[in-house]
């Protein structure tokens, strides 16, 4: 145990002592179990409904030798690589997770000093603090001289925190002014810091639309499409004249592949892979501009938030204070000013000054600083410092304090007052004639420092842009509710003097938040209850942050954004994180989110449509016994002109089109109608010349007809024409022409030139086809509009803000 030596001063455990704890597993050190080990990863997105649909399909292409036919199972590798290599890259982020420095520390054992790492103090070990040290593990203070603490990145409250004998620590708080010796209470695991971080290091997916939407129409496909496989491999049996026949002479092989055509076509594989691709893409372009994405999907998500929830230290502020003015007490002439200007030079170039008087260094670099001998320095206790220049005996610090007693001191209070109501930490200069040590009644007043929280140039302008486009902002701050109203209201956020959250009950918080927009004194627990109390009124919500307190709220949040000078448990488990700690980069995250979500909307259909074709062509020639209309290749050609390619050219284009709730259910809405018309097209296509005998035109005429009206489809999901977008749809025309009238090409996909009766009845057909999915597109956009534009509209065009579909209306 801890002893006392001859001088009366503690000696810290013995040897012995910490043989004992160290074998009791009293240790500063935590077992800490990766989030997800590589199997688990790799395990997680290979083993997907998806890849087991089309795994099953290329397995048995494989076995019956049609390897020709086995191109569709590339996608399966592709979109598996994107999403394990993604979450490694977050798995990498979290197994770094760290709050606590792991610099040496010194502790008292055996009566003397000595120096361990930080995972080798244990239970009941005696700390030495000095500035500069971080707090290792969470204990109780034995003895303080001056001993301050930032703990803005556990509590986020900016200003240092005075740490007398007796005062609680906690383990990532880092000591910014005196020393002190403290007992060490917890370690571990059961530390403040690592409880964070255990919870914090919990393995979670940022929820995405996109996604969500994509995975509800697999498994409504994964209902169908093994009866489906099952009922068009035996009537491809029937076809080729029977089951009995169709082993023996070994054309089943013919069915199987024939019966894969069908199912993959059901399967929308592309739109999967583009989606991972478009994610991706994303994330390239935002790490140029210093935005690491962690999680693909996380692109996609701030285009639907419509509260930004703010840190105000880190965001709207660097986190740095400045000297914002000296206000001259009395007449203030210039000699007098200046010998003010050098004074306060002096006192922030001593070595042993606190934060905020250094912190008005920069501002008075171009100033000769006074020659000043420190009397008393500062602490949080006495709140004022004192130094000599041979005549004068000037104090500086807290005004309060200062001119406590003094008559004649109301106008310097009632200014304080104003100034510190505005956002300013407002100290005092005075002077007493001599050399003396207390203040006394001979104290004169002459100065007022003000200091400012710095405003990040760039924070006014990005708010103004949320506010344009929508997105309410939150500012939750642990610093006292005027200063933060203060600020806020200095870049332009409606404060109302600001909210202070001590005040707040779990009934009263959801109101306040739909009235409020600046709130103090927050606690880290109720940041995460904000985040939770603006998701149970219908928010998508994001939460930027860069101190530890805002870890938990930042993981809970729809999307946590962390500044890259931030605690590294905050940037672990944020979705973003601004490398550069640039708010102004937040804007340009918008676009990219919004350009894949709306151009990820304009090619959906496509995919969806030929889902909806592919399920009931399968049907029906089950049920009449027909040949499947389609050889694999003849879908590479619709595939590839109508859908896949147009469908990636199209994803890249540039879109900024706010964010509109219901994307799967405006996707269905044509998709679905779309592909009724293209089965039934194709289905009298082909069933008139089936029925004909010519199978070889049949299966051409088929095929075109499904062209032609795809490429009308795409030209009507590429409005507005745009060049860019025109050159799309006339390549993808282009190409359907060339395939058809080029030998070579026309050979090997299997086509043949149509006869004169054939080319008539593909054009009756594509005519009223296209003139169907005319009237089904105009008519979704005068549904998908109640009172903005369509979904095509052209950049810049007013669109629906995406503050219906349910939500309440903020006041």
């Not at 009566?111 to 930080?118: A, M, P, W, Y």
């Not at 000591?175 to 007992?183: D, E, I, T």
């Not at 093994?226 to 023996?248: C, T, Y």
């Not at 900024?656 to 219901?662: A, F, I, K, L, S």
Request: hydrophobic share 50%; aromatic share 6%.
């Amino acid at each position: 145990m801890n002893t006392l030596s001859a001088t009366g001063r503690p000696s810290g455990l013995s040897a012995s002592d910490v043989a004992e704890r160290v074998a009791a597993g009293q240790v500063n050190r935590t077992h800490d179990v990766a989030s997800r080990g590589l199997w688990d990863i790799l395990r997680g997105n290979l083993f997907t409904l998806f890849n087991a649909m089309l795994g099953t399909a290329l397995v048995l292409v494989l076995v019956v030798g049609a390897w020709r036919d086995a191109v569709f199972g590339g996608v399966i590798i592709s979109n598996t690589l994107i999403g394990a290599i993604t979450e490694l890259r977050a798995k990498r982020a979290l197994d770094r997770l760290a709050i606590l420095d792991r610099g040496r520390l010194r502790v008292l054992r055996d009566g003397r000093r000595t120096e361990v790492e930080l995972e080798e103090i244990v239970l009941d070990d005696l700390v030495l603090l000095s500035t500069g040290d971080q707090v290792p593990a969470d204990g109780r203070v034995l003895d303080s001289t001056g001993l301050e603490l930032d703990e803005s990145m556990l509590t986020g409250e900016s200003d240092p925190v005075s740490k007398p004998a007796g005062a609680e620590l906690y383990s990532g708080a880092a000591v910014v002014a005196g020393s002190g010796l403290y007992r060490v209470t917890k370690v571990g695991a059961d530390g403040y810091a690592q409880r964070i971080t255990a919870e914090a290091k919990r393995f979670s997916l940022v929820g995405s639309e996109l996604r969500d939407g994509i995975n509800r129409i697999l498994v409504i496909i994964s209902w169908i499409i093994v009866p489906m496989a099952l009922l068009l491999f035996w009537s491809q049996l029937r076809a080729e004249g029977g089951a009995a026949a169709s082993f023996a002479d070994g054309t089943w092989r013919d069915a199987v592949v024939q019966a894969v055509a069908g199912i993959v076509g059901m399967v929308p594989e592309g739109l999967v892979l583009l989606t991972s691709i478009n994610f991706a893409l994303a994330a390239l372009i935002l790490a140029r501009r210093s935005v690491l994405v962690q999680e693909l999907p996380a692109v996609e998500v701030l285009a639907r938030v419509d509260v930004l929830c703010l840190d105000k230290t880190g965001t709207i502020t660097d986190g740095s204070i400045a000297l914002d003015a000296i206000v001259p007490i009395g007449p203030g002439d210039p000699a007098e000013l200046g010998r003010i200007r050098a004074v306060l030079a002096g006192i922030a170039g001593d070595p042993e000054a606190n934060p905020t008087a250094r912190a008005m260094a920069p501002a008075l670099e171009d100033v000769a600083p006074a020659a000043l001998r420190v009397l008393v320095p500062f602490s949080s206790a006495r709140k004022w410092s004192s130094a000599f220049d041979g005549e004068t005996t000037w104090y500086f610090g807290a005004p309060e304090v200062l001119v406590a007693g003094l008559e004649d001191a109301g106008e310097v209070v009632a200014d304080v007052r104003e100034r510190a109501a505005a956002g300013a930490r407002v100290l005092l200069l005075a002077r007493a004639p001599g050399q003396v040590r207390e203040p006394g009644g001979d104290l004169r007043p002459v100065a007022l420092a003000a200091m400012r929280e710095r405003v990040r140039p760039d924070a006014a302008e990005t708010l103004r842009y949320f506010e344009r486009q929508g997105v309410r902002v939150k500012v939750l701050s642990g610093d006292n509710p005027r200063t933060v109203a203060a600020i806020a209201t200095s870049v332009g956020l409606e404060a109302d003097g600001g909210v202070d959250a001590r005040t707040l009950t779990a009934e009263s918080t959801a109101a306040m938040l739909r009235d409020h927009h600046v709130f103090g004194r927050v606690s880290p627990e109720q940041k995460r209850q904000f985040v939770h109390a603006l998701q149970a009124d219908g928010h998508t919500v994001a939460m930027t942050g860069d101190g530890v307190n805002d870890a938990l709220a930042l993981k809970d949040a729809d999307l946590g954004i962390a500044m890259g000078s931030g605690a590294a448990a905050t940037k672990a488990v944020a979705r973003l994180v601004l490398v550069d700690g640039r708010f102004s980069e937040l804007p340009g995250v918008v676009a990219q989110g919004r350009r894949v979500i709306a151009n990820m909307e304009r090619v959906a259909a496509l995919f969806l449509a030929k889902t909806t074709y592919a399920v009931l062509l399968a049907l029906t020639v089950a049920l009449v016994s027909w040949p499947y209309p389609f050889l694999p290749r003849h879908l590479t050609i619709v595939g590839t002109l109508t859908i896949g390619t147009p469908a990636f050219l199209l994803a890249l284009a540039p879109n900024t089109r706010r964010y509109r709730p219901g994307f799967l259910g405006r996707v269905l809405k044509l998709a679905i109608p779309c592909g009724v018309v293209a089965a039934a097209a194709v289905l009298a296509v082909y069933g008139t010349l089936h029925l004909r005998g010519s199978e070889a035109q049949a299966s051409t005429a088929a095929t075109l007809t499904l062209v032609l009206i795809g490429l009308w489809l795409l030209g009507a999901l590429a409005r507005p024409l745009t060049p860019y977008r025109m050159a799309v749809v006339a390549a993808m025309t282009l190409g359907a022409a060339g395939a058809l009238l080029i030998s070579p090409i026309r050979h090997f996909f299997a086509l043949e030139i149509p006869t004169p009766g054939a080319a008539l009845l593909v054009l009756v057909a594509a005519v009223i086809g296209c003139a169907l999915v005319e009237v089904i597109y105009r008519w979704r956009e005068r549904r998908a509009r109640p009172g903005g534009v369509s979904s095509g509209a052209p950049t810049g065009a007013r669109t629906d803000a995406g503050t219906g579909s349910g939500r309440r209306e903020w006041r």
